[in-house]
């Protein structure tokens, strides 16, 4: 299984972005995939995850900033951000889970800088 990140790189606060991660096969065979990142410093955390039936769950999005989709035909998922803050900076890191939420493979990550 090959997890491709895509779309991270330099954009100004306030911004959106989004990014693509495509799985080397049918990513309709996992039941979940998802999205993480890690900040310089920090552990990583979880941002949300989509289920092959289309459910989406987020970790923390009181503001409503990120939105999870995926294109089963593409074989990818998409995270998109908007009003972007210094904080998101961090490594974002896509993931599939085999028969739950939790992670059973990792994408390399792409890395996303917002300037304060």
């Known amino acids: 299984v090959r997890l491709v990140e895509s779309g991270g790189g330099l954009v100004q606060p306030g911004g959106s972005l989004r990014l693509s991660c495509v799985g080397s096969?049918?990513?309709?065979?996992?039941?979940?995939m998802g999205w993480y990142r890690q900040a310089p410093g920090k552990q990583r955390e979880r941002i949300g995850y989509i289920t092959s039936g289309g459910y989406v769950a987020y970790g923390n999005n009181e503001e409503g900033r990120y939105t999870i989709s995926r294109d089963n035909g593409k074989n990818t998922i998409y995270l998109y951000m908007n009003n972007l803050k210094p904080e998101d900076t961090a490594v974002y890191y896509c993931?599939?889970?085999?028969?739950?939420?939790?992670?059973?493979?990792w994408g390399q990550g792409t890395q996303v800088t917002v300037p304060a």
């Open positions: 993931s599939a889970g085999t028969y739950g939420i939790e992670a059973d493979y």
């Open positions: 096969g049918s990513i309709y065979t996992f039941y979940s």
